[in-house]
């Protein structure tokens, strides 16, 4: 890839004003000075320093971050804090998506990524990835009710059958509902069609990906090794 738009990649200034920089010697490759934009960067092996700084790159990015209550799953918003507004160096440089949406009261797991192929497999229903979530609802509530056969709204005109889900029960009003669409208050909707309401929902996994317990609300860690 080329100098210049490797940089530029990772929002370092426009194409102009990196260009300027590597011109003023400001960029390095592997400890020697770089004066050429166009020179070809080998994104996993070489070492590219900006300012004195360290570029930290790498194809596959994966996020596991605790959404707190109250910041919402989007990339801009103009009256709420955001997912993304939690992401500090280096990772809000890269291009990253969010695998998952939560409402806005909804707590625990989401992922990030910035690639494409992984975002598909962790959100498209016909992947079998499973989205675990505890539930806690106002009163007593048989959860195995849920295995049946039923119609909620999508959040649109129109309605739909929600694909078989998998419950366990805690106690009479608390259960964990794993599902594998993520329609819109899904989980919520699920549980009124029988007379009841949500008044705590948790997302704790994704696939084979487990929420860190010790991870705090509002903080999120890279993920190396995984396999949804």
């Known amino acids: 890839m080329r100098l210049d738009r490797y940089l530029a990649n990772l929002k370092y200034g426009t194409r102009n004003e990196i260009t300027k920089k590597i011109n003023g010697k400001k960029v390095t490759v592997n400890g020697k000075i770089i004066t050429d934009s166009r020179y070809k960067v080998?994104?996993?092996k070489d070492?590219?320093?900006?300012?004195?700084?360290?570029?930290?790159?790498?194809?596959t990015i994966?996020?596991?971050?605790?959404?707190?209550?109250?910041?919402?799953?989007?990339?801009?918003d103009g009256l709420h804090k955001t997912v993304l507004d939690l992401i500090g160096e280096p990772f809000n440089r890269f291009d990253l998506k969010i695998a998952g949406r939560l409402d806005i009261d909804t707590e625990g797991l989401i992922l990030l990524?910035?690639?494409?192929?992984?975002?598909h497999k962790i959100i498209s229903p016909n992947k079998d990835v499973y989205k675990k979530y505890y539930v806690?609802?106002?009163?007593?509530?048989?959860?195995?009710?849920?295995?049946?056969?039923?119609?909620?709204?999508?959040?649109?005109d129109y309605m739909f059958t929600p694909l078989l889900p998998k419950v366990e029960e805690i106690n009479d009003n608390e259960f964990y509902?794993?599902?594998?669409?993520?329609?819109?208050?899904?989980?919520k909707r699920m549980v009124e069609h029988f007379n009841n309401k949500v008044v705590y929902l948790k997302r704790v996994s994704i696939g084979n990906i487990d929420l860190d317990e010790s991870l705090e609300?509002?903080?999120?860690?890279?993920?190396?090794?995984?396999e949804i």
């Open 42 to 44: 080998d994104t996993i």
């Open 47 to 59: 070492k590219v320093t900006f300012e004195g700084l360290d570029i930290y790159y790498k194809e």
């Open 62 to 76: 994966l996020l596991m971050l605790n959404k707190p209550s109250g910041v919402i799953s989007a990339n801009k």
């Open 113 to 119: 990524t910035n690639d494409g192929k992984l975002l």
């Open 136 to 156: 806690k609802v106002e009163s007593k509530f048989d959860s195995s009710k849920l295995l049946n056969e039923f119609q909620i709204k999508d959040g649109r």
């Open 177 to 187: 509902l794993s599902i594998k669409e993520g329609k819109f208050h899904q989980v």
């Open 217 to 226: 609300k509002g903080r999120y860690k890279e993920i190396i090794d995984y």
